[in-house]
């Protein structure tokens, strides 16, 4: 099993450019998550989607857009990327409901935008 | 949602027992706590995972007094390998979204 992946690793954007971060899980999960870590700092929750066909606002989601694709993945959708947005992004999977909520994250993409 | 608040940070010694503590006031029934572990350039790990008393796996203990206002991450002869960031989240099992991470905790273990 692969788990989370995530792609791209890095990715340099100008200010304005679009861009999609994708993920996808095989872990049959039915929960995944969108973080963003600013150096230094924690992780803070962009979007979620707690099924598929179902996404959700988190802490800090403006500027960005979600599609929960199928149970499988779930992308990132930067529509005019701003410095503010340069960080790592996280994105994660888990089984909520069961006993352990446990989250499973990927690699992260680090994102610059000049 | 349920706030946390932990040290900034915190310094230990190889072979030590480190306890990290986590605070959280306004925890409602239905939360469990959760602490992970982050190495840098990595994405956070689970550690272990309580609803109350205490908890322990094959890496580490979880306390949690009675009133769960509170709880207590034990990790017993830390190495230089356990330098890390540690967080600790509050949220119930059902609704996606509903913990937050906090900023976390930077561990350093010194030889």
């Known amino acids: 099993n692969a788990g989370v992946t995530q792609t791209p690793k890095f990715q340099v954007l100008k200010t304005g450019q679009s861009m999609t971060l994708q993920c996808a899980q095989d872990?049959?999960?039915?929960?995944m998550y969108w973080y963003r870590q600013d150096p230094g700092m924690g992780l803070r929750l962009i979007y979620y989607?707690?099924?598929?066909?179902?996404?959700d606002k988190g802490e800090v989601p403006n500027g960005y857009n979600v599609s929960r694709l199928n149970k499988r993945e779930f992308s990132l959708r930067l529509e005019s990327a701003a410095p503010s947005q340069t960080s790592v992004y996280f994105c994660a999977s888990s089984d909520t409901g069961t006993l352990y909520n446990e989250q499973f994250f990927g690699p992260g993409t680090r994102l610059t935008v000049l | 949602l349920a706030k946390t608040t932990q040290p900034i940070s915190m310094d230990s010694y190889e072979g030590q027992e480190v306890n990290i503590t986590c605070s959280h006031n306004n925890i409602a029934t239905n939360d469990y706590i959760t602490w992970y572990q982050q190495f840098p350039s990595q994405g956070p790990r689970f550690i272990i995972q309580g609803y109350k008393t205490k908890v322990t796996n094959e890496v580490a203990s979880l306390f949690i007094p009675a009133d769960r206002k509170s709880s207590t991450l034990s990790l017993p002869r830390v190495s230089l390998s356990d330098t890390a960031v540690y967080y600790c989240?509050?949220?119930?099992?059902?609704?996606?979204?509903?913990?937050?991470f906090g900023d976390g905790t930077t561990l350093t273990v010194k030889p």
């Open positions: 989607s707690a099924s598929e066909g179902t996404t």
């Open positions: 872990m049959n999960h039915n929960s």
């Open positions: 989240l509050v949220g119930d099992l059902i609704n996606a979204g509903k913990s937050t």
